[in-house]
């Protein structure tokens, strides 16, 4: 690693580039429903636009996880800048439905390229402590952004400005990480065994990896699907959509910051456990509370869900090692692609929910209201599994001595 690889200015990029992930995700939670009554689209249609930033996302992830150390992460990141530029651009300018299923599916590729290029780059630029410290800093902005961006989608559509202007806010941090990135030497990849890739494969089929991975598919729309959807549904609750997403993603960033010494007491599968009854008690309030009282509901959904994605990505690292980074790689892409999975039938569970209240009578708010609380019921079923999922976890890892120690990964 050469002494004049400017450290301070690559990561600095790299969080910059991270903050344009997370803007991406939480500005068009917040102008949702603008898109919707602009192109006359149904709650499903919305989900399948949603479901592309998901969709994009694991598909660049894992390609760069398997090609990062042939194409490096000064490549893999002007990738996605393109992708980035190119869906933000394509976006705004959008005819219809088609074009912004299209400029979505290219923000989740950028987005997914900014995560398999950053965390393996920062790994090679830190060593020991100092890369730990490190990568839980740069892994802070996402959350931290969300709040960000759920502040400025807020205000700016409360001063009654266009959801076209919201979306150029997100190519100010995608400039900024460009300039950052541009003309700096990137620290050389290290290259893996030759047999690496065959031993990760073979570890990825062991009994826990394969539990685990079925059980993110789950811990990811868990966390997604309901801050996603949050303007719509919670929209006629009398509580600020956007409010309650920046104060959910707000603890998400204070518990990642304090994973360390929490999982270290409870251990990954007590975490993970709890964590899905909290999710569980969490949804179940967003669905039966108004006004301030969904305030309460997102700090209780934020703790947890908060940990659900860190100590997932952990538990793979510590109980199937052998699987590396490919192994962590696919279980971060199975997540995102399970929620661009459920991303329309969430819509279409709120298109039903209308159909159904608006037939019993309810109009205006009170049908919005009563949809939005009826899809958030539906929803329940997926911490709810997870309840049960980890309870066999937990008991079944009981044996293993070994305690998780887990900075988070995302």
């Known amino acids: 690693m050469s002494d004049n690889i400017n450290r301070s200015a690559l990561f600095n990029a790299s969080c910059f580039a991270l903050i344009t992930t997370a803007f991406t995700f939480a500005i068009r939670a917040g102008i949702l429903d603008q898109l919707g009554e602009n192109f006359s689209l149904t709650a499903e249609e919305l989900g399948f636009i949603n479901s592309m930033w998901f969709l994009g996302f694991p598909i660049s992830m894992i390609l760069g996880g398997i090609f990062y150390h042939k194409v490096g992460p000064a490549n ?28 979505t599916l290219f923000i989740g590729f950028g987005n997914g390229c900014t995560e398999a290029a950053c965390n393996p780059m ?35 559509t409360d001063m009654s400005m266009g959801w076209e202007a919201q979306i150029w806010i997100m190519m100010i941090p995608t400039v900024i990480y460009a300039v950052l990135f541009f ?17 990760n494969v073979k570890a990825m089929f062991s009994p826990v990896f394969i539990f685990l991975f079925f059980c993110m598919a789950l811990t990811a729309i868990s966390e997604f699907g309901p801050q996603q959807w949050v303007g719509l549904i919670m929209g006629s609750s009398g509580a600020s959509p956007m409010l309650i997403l920046a104060l959910t993603t707000g603890v998400m960033a204070v518990a990642r910051f304090f994973a360390g010494p929490v999982v270290g007491k409870l251990g990954q599968t007590g975490v993970l456990l709890t964590g899905s009854i909290l999710a569980t008690i969490g949804i179940y309030l967003f669905s039966s509370v108004t006004g301030p009282l ?43 692609f399970s929620t661009a999975i459920f991303q329309p039938i969430i819509g279409s569970w709120i298109d039903d929910a209308n159909a159904v209240n608006a037939a019993q009578g309810l109009t205006g708010e009170a049908l919005e209201l009563a949809a939005g609380q009826d899809t958030l019921v ?33």
Do not use: C
Request: net charge positive; aromatic share 12%.
């Open 76 to 103: 893999i990141m002007r990738i996605a800048f393109v992708a980035h530029t190119v869906g933000i651009l394509m976006t705004i300018y959008a005819g219809g439905y088609t074009t912004l299923l299209i400029s």
């Open 378 to 410: 539906k929803m329940l079923l997926f911490p709810g599994t997870l309840i049960i999922l980890f309870t066999i976890f937990f008991f079944w890892q009981k044996s293993n001595k070994t305690r998780a120690q887990v900075s988070p990964a995302h």
């Open 294 to 336: 969904a305030y309460v509901a997102a700090v209780i959904f934020a703790l947890g869900v908060g940990y659900f994605w860190p100590v997932m990505v952990g538990a793979v690292a510590q109980r199937v090692p052998l699987s590396g980074a490919l192994g962590m790689s696919i279980i971060g892409g199975v997540g995102m």
């Open 122 to 156: 920062i790994a090679d630029m830190y060593t020991g402590v100092k890369m730990n410290k490190m990568l839980n800093r740069f892994h802070m902005w996402f959350p931290g952004g969300i709040v960000l961006g759920s502040l400025i989608s807020k205000f700016m």
């Open 183 to 199: 003309g700096k030497k990137f620290p050389r990849p290290q290259v893996q065994g030759s047999d690496s890739l065959l031993e």
